[in-house]
């Protein structure tokens, strides 16, 4: 299965995949790394000899992992209705966007591949997946994981995981903007690298706007139904409800302005797109995603939980 290593050797070596399947399923570095961890407490607990009859540790691995994800993402819907206000996906940095090397233990954030699949926007579809269709869809579509492989961890025939990635890909289908007749290999590339462009300007635009606590210029840089959503965990402050509107947002964002002297603004790399860091005395408060479309600002998510920040602490 996928990059699976050969002998008892190449165990130790699939952490870093598996932490980028696990995070794709969970979206919570916290609890990726507990499943990783899982599976290989229970590989460390295999008779030396069962160990050596395994062909493929990368694929048992990969395997319990998945299995692992399944049990969480099934008691997650539970507790994520329990979590004050919003629940969002970890956000998570690129480091090479930071000053200088982390002085502490390996974070598993920087064993993260960043790429469209771990965008804030598509996570929050992932969301809205069943526990058996996230897994299906992530490890085939994502990973190429064929279905015979799949079917072994969600219990389930192949051909039923071949629909639960197709239901799962029509969801994410269903929350792009529609395809128009353009859309070829070439032409796709080449919007890609447009918009990523225009998204980074609007983003500074909101930076610039936000600091100057100019409401008119933030009002025109959002899209009237623009829809921002905070999670604060219960922990750090963060409006419970999404608040939707572009007036509305702007206002929100202007009285945060007014009630944080002091706050500093910095444009950085979320989940592989452009984003905004908001920290005070050198300390991370907020990491804030955004989606844009026509350069305007549809969608923010702010996440403010502190639990959710750890990896975003810069180093000395």
Known sequence: MGRAGT???GAAGERPQLINVAYRLLGSLTEAEDAVQEAYTRWYALP?????????????LTTVTGRVCLDVLGSARARRERYVGAWLPDPLPDRTEWAGPG?????????????????????????????????????HDVFRYPFAEIA??????????????????????????PATAAD?????????????????EAVRQVKEAWQAKDITT????????????????????AA??????????????????????????????????????????????TVAAFDVHDGHVTRIWAVRNPEKLRPWAEAD
């Open 152 to 177: 072994r961890i969600v219990g389930r025939t192949p051909a039923a995981c071949k629909q639960l990635a197709a239901s799962g890909r029509r969801r994410v289908r269903a929350a792009r903007p």
């Open 7 to 9: 002998g008892i050797g």
């Open 103 to 139: 002085t502490g233990p390996a974070d598993p954030a920087d064993q993260l591949v960043l790429d469209e699949s771990v965008t804030m926007a598509f996570l929050v579809v992932l969301e809205s997946m069943t526990p058996a269709e996230r897994v299906a869809f992530v490890l």
């Open 184 to 200: 070829r290999a070439e032409a796709v590339r080449a919007e890609a690298v447009r918009a990523e462009a225009v998204r980074a």
């Open 240 to 285: 419970l409800h999404p608040v939707e509107g572009g007036a509305r947002i702007a206002q929100y964002m202007i009285a945060i302005a007014d009630r944080a002297p002091g706050l500093e603004l910095l444009e950085r790399s979320v989940n592989g797109t452009p984003g905004l860091v908001a920290r005070r005395a050198g300390v991370v408060l």
């Open 48 to 60: 030396r000899s069962r160990q050596e009859e395994i062909v493929s540790p990368g694929a048992w």
């Open 218 to 237: 933030l009002v025109g840089l959002l899209d009237p139904a623009a829809v921002m959503t905070a999670d604060g965990g219960g922990v750090a402050g």
